[in-house]
């Protein structure tokens, strides 16, 4: 399937900069809404005052201007969302508004609209919360997310699924493991770096270092975005996105302070919960099932700890 428009929103974001990209180098009409919340327009900065690309900076939560923006686009690309699983801890009240909200005003004007009836949506492993089956297929259930942006981006699921089935819109869903990257603001990588930067002899860990979990590089996760939306046949199909294998948290420190040549730093463990999480809602063991998605044609080109070592370094050379 090959698009005329699209509107990506949350373009201006880590992902998102990164799937504008790969459309505009496709020869795709792009439009971006984001209201530089999270993204930086810096990312984008390579695409500004060419004929194909506008930029709009806007806020989600005007139904109006969500619509202007859908106008002749005939697929959007929904990443606009409240990107730190953490957050909802301390404002519950994020989740529902950079989440629910804008998904739902978003299908709204999907609803009116007379050319966009394709969605692509960004939607997160923390929606499986602690599953018993691993690696997790897309099929698994009950789900039950232990944090509110988990729960969040469970509920736009559900969304997009009763609006494709009642108004004829066609919804792709792609359920991603942690996404990395030079260029992420936030992120067990991004906040080692950052500690050692202001404390080379101390690097202090959330949990116990066993949390265990998939991680895919950002150009495999936009590739698998694309892959997604041509090769899905459903009304509503889902993808599990996420690497074959997964590294622990205390495996990535060892990688950090390695490639910032800080071998002598004391890597110190809080364990200020039970179980070992670093936070309440933190999943602590996470590998998705890709069968599905490898099917397309799909496979990553690097595993979790490449990606990691190629983030580390990236993150550095910034």
Known sequence: MTWN??????????????????????????????????????NLEQWIGNNRFTF???DMLNLDTTKTALEDCDIVFHLAANPDVRIGVSDTKIDFEQNISNTYRLLEAMRNSKSCRNIVFTSSSTIYGDANIVPTPECYGPLKPISLYGASKLASEAMISGYSHLFGIRGVICRLA??????????????????????????????????????LY????????????????????????????????????????GEMNLKGAEIRLTRKIADG???????????????????????????????????????LDQ
């Open 56 to 58: 709009l900076k806007m």
């Open 178 to 215: 942690n996404i990395v990257g030079p260029g992420s603001t936030h992120g067990v990588i991004y906040d080692l770096i950052d500690k050692l930067r202001r404390n080379s002899k101390v690097l202090q860990i959330l949990g116990d270092g066993s949390q265990n979990k998939s991680y």
């Open 5 to 42: 428009k699209a509107l990506v929103t949350g373009g201006a974001g880590f992902i998102g900069s990164r799937l504008v990209s790969d459309l505009m180098n496709r020869g795709c009409e792009i439009v971006v809404l984001d209201n530089l919340s999270a993204g930086r327009l810096e």
């Open 218 to 257: 950002v150009d495999d996760c936009t590739e698998a975005i694309l892959t997604s939306a041509e090769g899905a046949q459903d009304q509503v199909e889902i993808f599990n996105v996420g690497s074959n294998d997964t590294i622990d948290v205390l495996a990535i420190a060892e990688i950090v302070v």
């Open 277 to 315: 999480r670093g936070w309440k809602g933190d999943v602590k063991r996470m590998l998705l099932d890709i069968s599905k998605i490898n099917k397309l044609g799909w496979r990553p080109k690097w595993n979790s700890r490449q990606a990691v070592r190629r983030t580390v370094k990236g993150m």
